[in-house]
Protein backbone atom coordinates (compact mmCIF):
# COMPACT_ATOMS: atom_id res chain seq x y z
CA UNK A 1 0.00 0.00 0.00
CA UNK A 2 2.69 2.29 1.20
CA UNK A 3 4.60 1.11 -2.61
CA UNK A 4 1.29 2.06 -4.45
CA UNK A 5 1.21 5.54 -3.27
CA UNK A 6 5.53 5.83 -3.17
CA UNK A 7 4.61 5.02 -7.53
CA UNK A 8 1.37 7.49 -7.87
CA UNK A 9 3.26 10.39 -5.76
CA UNK A 10 6.23 9.44 -8.30
CA UNK A 11 4.00 9.51 -11.26
CA UNK A 12 3.13 13.02 -10.54
CA UNK A 13 6.57 14.11 -9.88
CA UNK A 14 7.90 12.77 -12.56
CA UNK A 15 4.88 13.88 -15.02
CA UNK A 16 5.61 17.58 -14.18
CA UNK A 17 9.25 17.10 -14.38
CA UNK A 18 8.99 15.46 -17.57
CA UNK A 19 6.94 18.30 -19.14
CA UNK A 20 9.63 20.63 -18.20
CA UNK A 21 12.17 18.55 -19.38
CA UNK A 22 11.46 17.46 -22.60
CA UNK A 23 10.57 20.80 -23.94
CA UNK A 24 14.13 22.31 -22.46
CA UNK A 25 15.45 18.99 -24.09
CA UNK A 26 13.72 19.88 -27.65
CA UNK A 27 14.99 23.21 -27.53
CA UNK A 28 19.23 21.61 -26.52
CA UNK A 29 18.88 18.85 -29.15
CA UNK A 30 17.63 21.17 -32.11
CA UNK A 31 20.02 24.42 -31.17
CA UNK A 32 22.76 22.91 -29.23
CA UNK A 33 22.74 25.07 -26.18
CA UNK A 34 21.19 25.66 -22.52
CA UNK A 35 18.43 27.27 -22.46
CA UNK A 36 18.09 28.29 -18.22
CA UNK A 37 15.45 30.52 -19.21
CA UNK A 38 12.85 27.95 -19.80
CA UNK A 39 12.41 28.08 -16.67
CA UNK A 40 11.48 32.01 -16.36
CA UNK A 41 8.94 30.83 -19.01
CA UNK A 42 7.31 28.45 -17.29
CA UNK A 43 6.74 30.66 -14.12
CA UNK A 44 5.97 33.72 -16.41
CA UNK A 45 2.96 31.61 -18.46
CA UNK A 46 1.58 30.74 -14.49
CA UNK A 47 0.88 34.39 -13.77
CA UNK A 48 0.10 35.04 -17.12
CA UNK A 49 -2.52 32.57 -16.25
CA UNK A 50 -3.26 34.12 -12.78
CA UNK A 51 -3.58 37.01 -14.43
CA UNK A 52 -6.40 35.72 -16.81
CA UNK A 53 -8.03 33.70 -14.94
CA UNK A 54 -8.70 35.30 -11.35
CA UNK A 55 -7.68 39.14 -12.19
CA UNK A 56 -9.81 39.54 -15.32
CA UNK A 57 -12.60 36.20 -14.77
CA UNK A 58 -11.68 34.57 -18.06
CA UNK A 59 -13.19 31.20 -18.98
CA UNK A 60 -10.08 28.57 -17.41
CA UNK A 61 -10.24 26.97 -20.94
CA UNK A 62 -9.96 29.83 -23.18
CA UNK A 63 -7.16 31.54 -20.44
CA UNK A 64 -5.25 28.11 -20.51
CA UNK A 65 -5.25 28.34 -24.47
CA UNK A 66 -3.55 31.97 -24.74
CA UNK A 67 -1.72 30.93 -21.84
CA UNK A 68 0.43 28.36 -24.20
CA UNK A 69 -0.07 30.17 -27.19
CA UNK A 70 1.63 33.33 -25.07
CA UNK A 71 4.20 30.83 -23.65
CA UNK A 72 5.41 29.41 -26.84
CA UNK A 73 5.65 33.30 -28.27
CA UNK A 74 7.47 34.77 -25.79
CA UNK A 75 10.42 31.54 -25.93
CA UNK A 76 10.34 32.32 -29.33
CA UNK A 77 11.06 35.97 -28.95
CA UNK A 78 13.60 35.25 -26.86
CA UNK A 79 15.34 33.22 -29.72
CA UNK A 80 14.71 36.47 -32.26
CA UNK A 81 16.02 39.02 -29.80
CA UNK A 82 18.77 37.68 -27.60
CA UNK A 83 19.97 34.21 -28.91
CA UNK A 84 19.42 35.25 -32.59
CA UNK A 85 21.85 38.23 -32.47
CA UNK A 86 24.22 36.40 -30.46
CA UNK A 87 24.36 33.84 -32.71
CA UNK A 88 25.54 36.00 -35.59
CA UNK A 89 28.01 37.26 -33.51
CA UNK A 90 29.50 33.79 -33.53
CA UNK A 91 29.30 33.38 -29.67
CA UNK A 92 30.05 30.34 -28.17
CA UNK A 93 27.16 28.06 -26.63
CA UNK A 94 28.98 28.96 -23.29
CA UNK A 95 28.13 32.68 -23.72
CA UNK A 96 24.30 31.60 -25.07
CA UNK A 97 24.33 29.96 -21.68
CA UNK A 98 25.20 32.98 -19.67
CA UNK A 99 22.50 34.93 -21.31
CA UNK A 100 20.35 32.28 -20.56
CA UNK A 101 21.01 32.58 -17.05
CA UNK A 102 20.58 36.23 -17.04
CA UNK A 103 16.95 35.71 -18.94
CA UNK A 104 16.01 33.53 -16.41
CA UNK A 105 17.21 36.09 -13.50
CA UNK A 106 15.46 39.10 -15.42
CA UNK A 107 11.96 37.57 -16.30
CA UNK A 108 11.88 36.10 -12.82
CA UNK A 109 12.24 39.52 -11.19
CA UNK A 110 10.07 41.16 -13.48
CA UNK A 111 7.41 39.02 -12.46
CA UNK A 112 8.15 39.55 -8.85
CA UNK A 113 7.51 43.30 -9.56
CA UNK A 114 4.60 42.89 -11.54
CA UNK A 115 2.48 40.48 -9.11
CA UNK A 116 4.11 40.47 -5.71
CA UNK A 117 5.96 38.44 -3.83
CA UNK A 118 3.12 36.62 -2.02
CA UNK A 119 2.10 32.88 -3.07
CA UNK A 120 -0.60 33.01 -5.41
CA UNK A 121 -3.29 30.00 -6.20
CA UNK A 122 -5.66 29.17 -8.78
CA UNK A 123 -8.13 27.55 -7.52
CA UNK A 124 -9.33 26.28 -10.57
CA UNK A 125 -9.76 22.60 -9.21
CA UNK A 126 -10.74 22.69 -5.68
CA UNK A 127 -8.27 20.42 -3.57
CA UNK A 128 -10.79 17.48 -2.87
CA UNK A 129 -10.93 14.49 -0.90
CA UNK A 130 -8.71 11.89 -2.94
CA UNK A 131 -10.06 8.58 -4.32
CA UNK A 132 -8.16 5.70 -3.54
CA UNK A 133 -6.88 3.39 -6.15
CA UNK A 134 -5.07 0.16 -4.22
CA UNK A 135 -4.93 1.92 -1.16
CA UNK A 136 -2.82 4.97 -2.82
CA UNK A 137 -4.74 8.08 -2.78
CA UNK A 138 -4.62 10.35 -5.28
CA UNK A 139 -6.79 13.76 -5.97
CA UNK A 140 -8.45 14.27 -8.83
CA UNK A 141 -6.39 17.55 -9.83
CA UNK A 142 -3.52 15.08 -9.18
CA UNK A 143 -5.25 12.83 -12.04
CA UNK A 144 -5.67 15.71 -14.73
CA UNK A 145 -2.40 16.70 -14.48
CA UNK A 146 -0.73 12.85 -15.06
CA UNK A 147 -3.05 12.84 -17.79
CA UNK A 148 -2.04 15.93 -19.28
CA UNK A 149 1.40 15.61 -19.06
CA UNK A 150 1.13 11.84 -20.75
CA UNK A 151 -1.24 13.31 -23.79
CA UNK A 152 1.15 16.05 -24.30
CA UNK A 153 4.05 13.87 -24.57
CA UNK A 154 2.90 11.17 -26.41
CA UNK A 155 1.74 13.97 -28.96
CA UNK A 156 5.16 15.99 -28.75
CA UNK A 157 6.63 12.26 -29.59
CA UNK A 158 4.24 11.74 -32.98
CA UNK A 159 5.26 15.52 -33.45
CA UNK A 160 9.18 14.49 -33.87
CA UNK A 161 7.95 11.22 -35.42
CA UNK A 162 5.96 11.71 -38.31
CA UNK A 163 5.50 14.88 -39.37
CA UNK A 164 7.88 16.98 -42.18
CA UNK A 165 8.49 19.35 -38.80
CA UNK A 166 9.65 17.40 -36.53
CA UNK A 167 11.64 15.50 -38.98
CA UNK A 168 13.13 18.97 -39.69
CA UNK A 169 13.93 19.15 -36.03
CA UNK A 170 15.70 15.89 -35.87
CA UNK A 171 17.71 16.48 -38.84
CA UNK A 172 19.07 19.80 -37.53
CA UNK A 173 19.71 18.41 -34.42
CA UNK A 174 21.67 15.20 -36.03
CA UNK A 175 23.85 18.05 -37.91
CA UNK A 176 23.26 21.23 -38.68
CA UNK A 177 25.55 22.06 -41.68
CA UNK A 178 24.15 18.73 -43.42
CA UNK A 179 20.69 20.46 -42.96
CA UNK A 180 21.69 23.48 -44.36
CA UNK A 181 22.75 21.48 -47.59
CA UNK A 182 19.62 19.95 -48.68
CA UNK A 183 18.13 23.50 -48.09
CA UNK A 184 16.72 23.44 -44.36
CA UNK A 185 17.33 26.90 -42.84
CA UNK A 186 18.66 26.32 -39.30
CA UNK A 187 17.79 29.47 -37.98
CA UNK A 188 13.83 28.49 -38.84
CA UNK A 189 14.29 25.12 -37.01
CA UNK A 190 15.76 26.76 -34.11
CA UNK A 191 12.97 29.12 -34.02
CA UNK A 192 10.43 26.61 -34.79
CA UNK A 193 11.79 24.38 -31.47
CA UNK A 194 11.89 27.03 -29.68
CA UNK A 195 7.94 27.95 -30.24
CA UNK A 196 7.60 24.33 -29.54
CA UNK A 197 9.42 23.80 -26.95
CA UNK A 198 7.92 26.69 -25.09
CA UNK A 199 4.67 25.54 -25.71
CA UNK A 200 5.27 23.08 -23.48
CA UNK A 201 7.06 25.27 -21.51
CA UNK A 202 2.82 26.87 -20.72
CA UNK A 203 1.22 23.65 -20.40
CA UNK A 204 3.97 22.56 -17.55
CA UNK A 205 3.15 26.40 -16.35
CA UNK A 206 -0.50 25.93 -15.96
CA UNK A 207 0.31 22.47 -14.64
CA UNK A 208 2.43 23.72 -11.92
CA UNK A 209 0.02 26.28 -10.78
CA UNK A 210 -2.87 24.38 -10.69
CA UNK A 211 -1.02 21.72 -8.73
CA UNK A 212 1.30 23.75 -6.50
CA UNK A 213 1.40 27.50 -5.66
CA UNK A 214 2.63 30.37 -8.20
CA UNK A 215 5.99 31.64 -6.70
CA UNK A 216 8.53 34.45 -8.64
CA UNK A 217 11.28 31.13 -8.29
CA UNK A 218 9.65 28.52 -8.89
CA UNK A 219 10.91 28.25 -12.54
CA UNK A 220 13.95 27.98 -10.89
CA UNK A 221 13.42 25.21 -9.17
CA UNK A 222 11.72 23.85 -11.47
CA UNK A 223 14.49 24.29 -14.07
CA UNK A 224 17.02 22.54 -11.99
CA UNK A 225 15.17 19.36 -11.94
CA UNK A 226 14.14 19.50 -15.35
CA UNK A 227 17.80 19.78 -16.18
CA UNK A 228 18.70 16.79 -13.70
CA UNK A 229 16.31 15.06 -15.16
CA UNK A 230 17.56 15.80 -18.81
CA UNK A 231 21.18 15.12 -17.84
CA UNK A 232 19.76 11.87 -16.27
CA UNK A 233 18.23 10.62 -19.06
CA UNK A 234 20.77 12.29 -21.60
CA UNK A 235 20.52 15.90 -22.82
CA UNK A 236 20.43 15.44 -26.57
CA UNK A 237 17.09 12.72 -26.57
CA UNK A 238 13.85 13.65 -25.46
CA UNK A 239 12.78 10.32 -24.62
CA UNK A 240 16.02 9.89 -22.66
CA UNK A 241 15.01 13.35 -20.54
CA UNK A 242 11.18 12.54 -20.09
CA UNK A 243 12.81 9.03 -18.73
CA UNK A 244 15.31 10.65 -16.50
CA UNK A 245 12.01 12.75 -15.11
CA UNK A 246 10.35 10.04 -13.82
CA UNK A 247 13.31 8.31 -12.42
CA UNK A 248 13.78 11.31 -10.64
CA UNK A 249 10.44 12.10 -9.57
CA UNK A 250 10.39 7.84 -8.43
CA UNK A 251 14.05 9.21 -6.67
CA UNK A 252 12.73 11.92 -4.49
CA UNK A 253 9.75 10.00 -4.06
CA UNK A 254 11.64 7.26 -2.39
CA UNK A 255 14.41 9.52 -0.72
CA UNK A 256 11.27 11.38 1.03
CA UNK A 257 10.46 7.75 2.38
CA UNK A 258 14.19 7.48 4.33
CA UNK A 259 15.47 11.07 4.97
CA UNK A 260 13.89 13.83 6.19
CA UNK A 261 11.99 16.01 3.26
CA UNK A 262 14.60 18.48 3.51
CA UNK A 263 17.12 16.72 1.84
CA UNK A 264 14.51 16.37 -1.10
CA UNK A 265 16.46 19.38 -2.81
CA UNK A 266 19.54 17.19 -2.28
CA UNK A 267 18.41 14.39 -3.66
CA UNK A 268 18.17 15.90 -7.69
CA UNK A 269 21.25 17.25 -7.01
CA UNK A 270 23.13 14.02 -5.80
CA UNK A 271 21.93 11.81 -9.02
CA UNK A 272 22.61 14.63 -10.86
CA UNK A 273 26.27 14.59 -9.86
CA UNK A 274 26.51 10.50 -10.16
CA UNK A 275 25.33 10.73 -13.65
CA UNK A 276 28.04 13.50 -14.33
CA UNK A 277 31.20 11.39 -12.90
CA UNK A 278 29.85 7.97 -13.88
CA UNK A 279 27.73 8.34 -17.20
CA UNK A 280 27.67 11.58 -18.15
CA UNK A 281 26.02 11.00 -21.61
CA UNK A 282 22.85 9.95 -19.05
CA UNK A 283 21.05 6.62 -20.33
CA UNK A 284 19.83 7.08 -23.60
CA UNK A 285 22.33 10.46 -25.11
CA UNK A 286 24.65 9.92 -27.63
CA UNK A 287 28.47 9.79 -26.43
CA UNK A 288 30.02 12.51 -28.56
CA UNK B 1 25.62 24.57 -68.31
CA UNK B 2 27.85 26.04 -65.54
CA UNK B 3 30.23 28.55 -66.52
CA UNK B 4 32.76 30.19 -63.90
CA UNK B 5 34.55 32.91 -64.73
CA UNK B 6 37.70 34.43 -62.70
CA UNK B 7 36.53 32.98 -59.34
CA UNK B 8 37.65 34.22 -55.98
CA UNK B 9 36.34 32.44 -53.51
CA UNK B 10 37.31 31.54 -49.37
CA UNK B 11 36.98 31.98 -46.05
CA UNK B 12 36.48 34.91 -43.37
CA UNK B 13 38.56 37.19 -46.21
CA UNK B 14 41.21 34.82 -46.55
CA UNK B 15 41.28 33.99 -50.56
CA UNK B 16 41.38 30.27 -50.96
CA UNK B 17 40.06 29.51 -54.60
CA UNK B 18 42.02 32.03 -56.64
CA UNK B 19 40.69 33.39 -60.37
CA UNK B 20 38.96 29.93 -61.46
CA UNK B 21 37.90 29.74 -65.12
CA UNK B 22 35.68 26.32 -65.25
CA UNK B 23 32.80 25.20 -66.93
CA UNK B 24 30.51 21.65 -67.50
CA UNK B 25 28.55 20.66 -70.47
CA UNK B 26 25.44 18.51 -69.97
CA UNK B 27 26.08 14.83 -69.42
CA UNK B 28 29.77 15.35 -68.64
CA UNK B 29 31.73 14.03 -65.96
CA UNK B 30 34.70 16.29 -65.31
CA UNK B 31 37.29 15.47 -62.26
CA UNK B 32 38.97 17.73 -60.11
CA UNK B 33 42.61 16.33 -58.87
CA UNK B 34 45.34 18.12 -56.97
CA UNK B 35 47.19 17.62 -53.93
CA UNK B 36 45.31 18.58 -50.44
CA UNK B 37 45.46 21.98 -49.53
CA UNK B 38 44.87 23.43 -52.73
CA UNK B 39 41.43 24.17 -53.07
CA UNK B 40 39.09 21.66 -54.53
CA UNK B 41 36.54 21.26 -51.98
CA UNK B 42 36.45 25.05 -51.02
CA UNK B 43 35.65 25.50 -54.96
CA UNK B 44 32.98 23.21 -54.94
CA UNK B 45 31.69 24.80 -51.78
CA UNK B 46 31.61 28.23 -53.61
CA UNK B 47 29.27 26.53 -56.62
CA UNK B 48 26.89 25.85 -53.93
CA UNK B 49 27.57 29.41 -51.59
CA UNK B 50 28.76 27.70 -48.39
CA UNK B 51 32.19 29.69 -48.94
CA UNK B 52 32.58 33.33 -49.47
CA UNK B 53 32.71 34.23 -53.20
CA UNK B 54 34.98 37.54 -53.25
CA UNK B 55 35.05 38.08 -57.14
CA UNK B 56 34.01 36.94 -60.66
CA UNK B 57 30.82 34.95 -61.72
CA UNK B 58 28.75 31.63 -61.74
CA UNK B 59 26.36 31.32 -64.54
CA UNK B 60 23.87 28.04 -64.77
CA UNK B 61 21.87 27.57 -67.85
CA UNK B 62 22.75 31.45 -68.77
CA UNK B 63 21.83 32.78 -65.54
CA UNK B 64 24.16 34.69 -63.24
CA UNK B 65 23.84 32.59 -60.00
CA UNK B 66 26.73 34.44 -57.93
CA UNK B 67 24.24 35.75 -55.47
CA UNK B 68 21.89 33.27 -54.91
CA UNK B 69 21.70 31.74 -51.55
CA UNK B 70 22.14 27.96 -50.96
CA UNK B 71 18.71 26.79 -50.57
CA UNK B 72 17.89 28.79 -53.96
CA UNK B 73 20.29 26.79 -55.90
CA UNK B 74 18.96 23.71 -54.93
CA UNK B 75 16.18 25.31 -56.30
CA UNK B 76 18.03 25.72 -59.19
CA UNK B 77 19.21 21.87 -60.23
CA UNK B 78 22.39 22.10 -58.44
CA UNK B 79 23.14 19.39 -55.71
CA UNK B 80 26.14 18.40 -53.37
CA UNK B 81 27.42 16.06 -51.83
CA UNK B 82 30.08 16.63 -49.08
CA UNK B 83 32.92 14.48 -47.55
CA UNK B 84 32.98 11.66 -45.35
CA UNK B 85 29.77 9.98 -44.44
CA UNK B 86 27.17 13.22 -45.07
CA UNK B 87 23.84 11.18 -43.76
CA UNK B 88 22.02 12.10 -40.98
CA UNK B 89 23.00 9.73 -38.72
CA UNK B 90 20.21 9.29 -36.25
CA UNK B 91 17.21 9.49 -38.99
CA UNK B 92 15.77 6.55 -40.74
CA UNK B 93 17.41 5.95 -44.62
CA UNK B 94 14.01 6.94 -45.35
CA UNK B 95 13.59 9.92 -43.34
CA UNK B 96 17.15 11.02 -44.74
CA UNK B 97 15.78 10.56 -48.53
CA UNK B 98 12.91 12.76 -47.07
CA UNK B 99 15.39 15.08 -45.57
CA UNK B 100 16.88 15.31 -49.57
CA UNK B 101 13.04 16.09 -50.27
CA UNK B 102 12.24 19.25 -48.32
CA UNK B 103 12.43 22.07 -50.41
CA UNK B 104 10.72 19.78 -53.27
CA UNK B 105 7.55 18.52 -52.09
CA UNK B 106 5.46 20.76 -53.71
CA UNK B 107 6.65 20.86 -57.19
CA UNK B 108 7.64 16.45 -57.44
CA UNK B 109 5.72 13.60 -56.19
CA UNK B 110 7.44 11.55 -53.36
CA UNK B 111 7.01 8.37 -54.12
CA UNK B 112 7.95 8.58 -57.12
CA UNK B 113 11.04 9.90 -56.58
CA UNK B 114 11.65 7.76 -53.59
CA UNK B 115 10.63 5.27 -56.63
CA UNK B 116 13.76 5.77 -58.86
CA UNK B 117 16.18 6.11 -56.43
CA UNK B 118 15.38 2.80 -55.11
CA UNK B 119 15.17 1.56 -58.54
CA UNK B 120 18.88 2.76 -58.63
CA UNK B 121 19.78 1.58 -55.11
CA UNK B 122 17.98 -1.25 -53.97
CA UNK B 123 19.66 -1.95 -51.25
CA UNK B 124 18.42 1.25 -49.44
CA UNK B 125 14.72 0.44 -49.91
CA UNK B 126 15.39 -3.11 -48.26
CA UNK B 127 16.84 -0.98 -45.33
CA UNK B 128 14.72 1.89 -45.83
CA UNK B 129 13.68 1.88 -41.90
CA UNK B 130 17.29 1.31 -40.34
CA UNK B 131 18.91 4.09 -38.97
CA UNK B 132 21.82 5.42 -40.90
CA UNK B 133 24.18 5.04 -38.56
CA UNK B 134 23.59 1.16 -38.99
CA UNK B 135 24.77 1.26 -42.77
CA UNK B 136 28.17 0.47 -43.99
CA UNK B 137 30.44 2.79 -45.50
CA UNK B 138 29.64 2.21 -49.56
CA UNK B 139 25.67 2.16 -48.21
CA UNK B 140 26.22 5.50 -46.56
CA UNK B 141 27.83 7.17 -49.57
CA UNK B 142 24.96 5.83 -51.98
CA UNK B 143 22.78 6.96 -49.28
CA UNK B 144 24.00 9.98 -49.05
CA UNK B 145 23.87 10.87 -53.31
CA UNK B 146 20.39 9.13 -53.21
CA UNK B 147 19.41 12.36 -50.99
CA UNK B 148 21.13 14.36 -53.34
CA UNK B 149 18.90 12.90 -56.19
CA UNK B 150 15.90 13.66 -54.51
CA UNK B 151 16.25 16.83 -55.25
CA UNK B 152 15.92 16.18 -59.35
CA UNK B 153 19.29 18.01 -59.36
CA UNK B 154 20.80 18.87 -63.09
CA UNK B 155 24.50 19.04 -61.64
CA UNK B 156 25.75 17.48 -58.71
CA UNK B 157 28.69 18.22 -56.85
CA UNK B 158 30.41 15.18 -55.56
CA UNK B 159 33.38 15.89 -52.52
CA UNK B 160 35.42 12.48 -52.52
CA UNK B 161 32.76 9.64 -52.74
CA UNK B 162 35.52 6.94 -52.48
CA UNK B 163 36.88 8.26 -49.15
CA UNK B 164 37.13 5.05 -46.62
CA UNK B 165 35.80 2.70 -49.08
CA UNK B 166 37.13 -0.38 -50.30
CA UNK B 167 38.64 -0.39 -53.92
CA UNK B 168 35.53 -2.66 -54.94
CA UNK B 169 33.25 -0.05 -53.44
CA UNK B 170 34.84 2.91 -55.15
CA UNK B 171 34.50 1.02 -58.18
CA UNK B 172 30.67 0.69 -57.76
CA UNK B 173 30.37 3.81 -56.58
CA UNK B 174 31.94 5.22 -60.13
CA UNK B 175 29.97 2.98 -62.47
CA UNK B 176 26.39 4.17 -60.68
CA UNK B 177 28.24 8.15 -61.64
CA UNK B 178 28.57 6.99 -65.08
CA UNK B 179 25.05 5.24 -65.28
CA UNK B 180 23.91 8.67 -64.09
CA UNK B 181 25.27 10.83 -66.49
CA UNK B 182 23.58 8.25 -69.17
CA UNK B 183 20.37 9.83 -67.65
CA UNK B 184 21.40 13.54 -68.52
CA UNK B 185 23.07 14.17 -65.46
CA UNK B 186 26.07 16.33 -64.67
CA UNK B 187 28.60 15.70 -62.81
CA UNK B 188 32.07 17.60 -60.94
CA UNK B 189 33.95 15.10 -58.94
CA UNK B 190 36.47 15.96 -56.12
CA UNK B 191 38.54 13.07 -55.77
CA UNK B 192 41.76 11.46 -54.55
CA UNK B 193 41.59 8.17 -56.07
CA UNK B 194 43.00 9.90 -58.98
CA UNK B 195 43.21 6.45 -61.06
CA UNK B 196 39.76 4.89 -60.80
CA UNK B 197 37.85 8.39 -61.08
CA UNK B 198 39.93 8.84 -64.05
CA UNK B 199 38.36 5.90 -65.76
CA UNK B 200 34.91 7.77 -65.42
CA UNK B 201 35.56 11.32 -66.18
CA UNK B 202 35.40 12.78 -69.68
CA UNK B 203 37.95 16.04 -68.34
CA UNK B 204 40.06 16.19 -65.63
CA UNK B 205 40.79 19.69 -64.30
CA UNK B 206 44.31 19.52 -61.59
CA UNK B 207 44.01 22.19 -59.20
CA UNK B 208 47.52 24.17 -58.01
CA UNK B 209 47.57 26.71 -55.39
CA UNK B 210 43.46 27.72 -55.92
CA UNK B 211 43.97 27.96 -59.30
CA UNK B 212 43.10 25.44 -62.62
CA UNK B 213 46.81 24.47 -62.98
CA UNK B 214 45.98 21.96 -65.77
CA UNK B 215 43.42 20.01 -68.26
CA UNK B 216 42.90 18.05 -70.43
CA UNK B 217 41.31 14.52 -70.89
CA UNK B 218 42.15 11.13 -69.12
CA UNK B 219 45.39 11.03 -71.01
CA UNK B 220 46.64 13.67 -68.80
CA UNK B 221 47.59 11.34 -66.17
CA UNK B 222 50.42 10.01 -68.26
CA UNK B 223 51.63 13.64 -68.54
CA UNK B 224 55.42 13.91 -66.26
CA UNK B 225 53.66 17.39 -65.14
CA UNK B 226 51.17 15.95 -63.13
CA UNK B 227 53.65 13.66 -61.36
CA UNK B 228 55.70 17.20 -60.39
CA UNK B 229 52.81 18.55 -58.75
CA UNK B 230 51.70 15.54 -56.70
CA UNK B 231 55.27 15.67 -55.46
CA UNK B 232 55.34 19.32 -54.58
CA UNK B 233 57.38 20.85 -57.59
CA UNK B 234 56.62 22.94 -60.53
Known amino acids: ?288 | MLKVENLSAGYSGIEVIKGVNFCIGSSEIVLILGPNGTGKSTFLKSLFKLADIYSGKIWFFGKDITQFLTHQIIDFGISYVPQGRPVFSQLTVLENLEMGFWLFSDRFNLGKSLERVFQEFPVLEAKKHLPANSLSGGEQQMLAISRALMQHPKLILLDEPSLGLSPKLSKQIFSKLVKLKQQNLSIILVEQNARGAAEIADRICIFVDGQIGLEGDRELLRDPRVKELYLGGL
Not at chain 1, 87 to 108: N, P, Y
Request: charged share 10%; aromatic share 12%.
Open chain 1, 1 to 288: MIFAQLLINSLITGAIYALVASGFSIIYSVCKFVHFAHGAVITVAGYFLYFLYVRLGFNFYFAASLTVLFASLLGASLNLTIYKKLRTKKSSSAILLLASVGLLIFLESFALLLMGADVKTLNFIPVSKGLKILGAVITPLQVVVILASLIVLVLTYVLMKQTKLGKAMRAVADNKDLAEIVGVSAEKIYNWSFLLGSSIAGIAGILVSLEHNLEPTMGTSLMIKGFAAAVIGGMDSVAGSILGAFLLGFLENLGGWFFPSAYKEAIAFAALLTFLLFRPHGILGSKS
